[in-house]
């Protein structure tokens, strides 16, 4: 007959993005990273620094559409940083914001959903509040 063994595993979660560590020292450095300042909000327009291509009709347009999702604060990514080809110098260390964009093509309006950090998008408009 199989011997019934439990197993107990610690893990450290950071207060700031509920992100879990297996050590202390992981946890308590990214608890020190400061959160950045949360730059769209939902329902915001907003567009993508770079041109988006079209699948569907072959062309080149720039990616202007709604915020749809912000996700975060997540920890620092350095390596995804320097793959958007970011200024890292500027951000660096910081729990960030991920800002999911839906941006439909002007020609065929298929619909790309672009995503990234704040610095690779710029306000277009701001989202109107509603008067109650």
């Known amino acids: 007959m199989p011997q019934k063994i439990k197993l107990t595993k610690y893990v450290y979660r950071c207060k700031k993005c509920k992100t879990d560590y ?6 308590v450095a990214c608890e020190e990273m400061p959160i950045e300042a949360k730059t ?5 327009t907003v567009k993508y620094r770079y041109n988006w291509r079209c699948g569907p009709c072959n062309s ?13 604060p997540k920890p620092w990514d350095g390596d995804e940083e320097a793959r958007r080809c970011l200024n890292t110098s500027e951000r660096f260390e910081v729990h960030t914001y991920y800002y ?7 020609k065929c309006d298929h619909m790309m959903f672009p995503g990234g950090v704040g610095p690779e ?3 277009v408009e701001r989202k109107k509040d509603k008067k109650r």
Request: hydrophobic residues 35%; positive net charge; contains cysteine.
């Open 22 to 27: 297996d050590t202390r020292k992981e946890c």
């Open 40 to 44: 769209f909000q939902r329902g915001d």
């Open 60 to 72: 080149w347009y720039p990616a202007v559409g709604k915020v749809v999702k912000v996700l975060g």
């Open 100 to 106: 999911h964009v839906e941006a439909p093509c002007p």
């Open 121 to 123: 998008f710029t306000l």
